[in-house]
């Protein structure tokens, strides 16, 4: 947490070399200097952040005039962010709304499995994709990838809440369409379609490619329970290390020491999460699919059963966790409905 409060990032309106960082400098920096903030501004005698953007490998700090980036420390509740704006406007599913620029929050928490992981004001997890780069920092993810990945875009003129990520290790690129992307430790970061409500990591491992982000840019991994031992169980339908539970099917499947029951799940119409087509599942009870016999692998967080048959009928088979291949346990094109809970 921040023990002081931050002043105003100075943003170029057009950045030449498309990268942002976000550092601090002097308060004796070249050119004019931004409108002061009320909500933020520094104490007296403190450096005010600014931003730097990369150009050829050095640092050269934006000149006025410039659009502001107002960098504010803590959550985006504790500054009374109004609702109906920022990440709150962003509908779960769907690409970042124009309201939606007005403000993004960047806090370092625990999702499911992942500890610690970055995630939105509205808690939905945010991901990295092996595909961008980092140095220097470039999104390779447009048109069809971005409707199931929605990058994160923040307004210049809006505002970044940081709730335990370093403001060091945040900054922004502009996209191909002119818009700007927030980047942690580099790497664009993105929001998954199919993660429907807040705290859902149903992104993490798609297509070995996307993974959760940590608040230093980092991949997102399961995190240690207590005694030291992992909270995910082994693949293949191996031995969950957290209480000697069994996974069924050859994913990650997760540890049933206390059965913990799944209430969502994504279906992927190919093996291994790869995104050629997929549809999410969720609720209580038993769920129809909407598109029925063409899953190969599936993704979920607990325990669910499948069904053959719709409203739950036929024949059904009990997964505890994630299934790279549908067809090791028989299920291969076959679901057609789940019992949740």
């Not at 498309?18 to 104490?43: I, K, N, Q, R, V």
């Not at 290790?169 to 002119?178: L, P």
């Not at 609720?283 to 069904?307: I, P």
Request: contains cysteine; charged residues 15%.
């Amino acid at each position: 947490m921040f023990r002081k409060r931050m002043g105003m990032l100075a943003v170029a309106s057009a950045v030449a070399a498309g990268a942002l960082t976000l550092t601090a400098c002097s308060s004796t920096t070249t050119g004019a200097a931004p409108a002061a903030s009320t909500a933020s501004s520094p104490a007296a005698g403190a450096a005010a952040p600014s931003v730097a953007a990369s150009a050829a490998g050095v640092g050269v700090a934006l000149q006025a005039p410039a659009q502001s980036l107002q960098v504010v420390p803590g959550t985006a509740q504790q500054n009374n962010a109004p609702a109906g704006t920022g990440d709150l406007a962003n509908p779960a599913g769907q690409q970042t709304t124009q309201a939606g620029e007005a403000w993004t929050e960047l806090s370092a928490t625990k999702a499911g499995d992942l500890d610690p992981v970055v995630v939105n004001g509205a808690g939905f997890t945010l991901y990295r994709f092996d595909k961008d780069t980092a140095d220097p920092s470039k999104s390779n993810c447009a048109g069809d990838c971005a409707a199931t990945w929605p990058p994160v875009i923040v307004d210049p003129s809006g505002k970044l809440f940081l709730d335990g990520v370093d403001m060091k290790n945040v900054g922004a690129v502009k996209r191909d369409d002119g818009s700007m992307q927030l980047t942690i430790g580099g790497w664009p970061v993105y929001r998954f379609s199919k993660d429907l409500k807040a705290g859902q990591t149903n992104g993490q491992g798609v297509g070995n490619t996307w993974f959760g982000v940590t608040p230093d840019g980092g991949k997102a991994a399961a995190g240690t329970a207590t005694g030291g031992t992992s909270s995910t169980g082994s693949a293949s339908g191996g031995t969950g290390v957290n209480g000697g539970g069994t996974a069924s099917g050859d994913g990650a499947g997760a540890g049933a020491g206390a059965v913990r029951p799944a209430t969502n799940a994504v279906l992927f119409d190919d093996k291994n999460f790869a995104d050629n087509g997929s549809q999410g599942v969720s609720g209580t009870g038993c769920q129809n699919v909407s598109r029925v016999g063409v899953a190969s692998s599936l993704q979920t967080d607990g325990t669910l059963k499948l069904w053959t048959e719709a409203n739950c009928t036929g024949t059904s088979k009990v997964v505890d966790g994630s299934v790279k291949d549908l067809s090791t346990i028989g299920f291969d094109n076959k679901i057609v409905s789940i019992r949740f809970n």
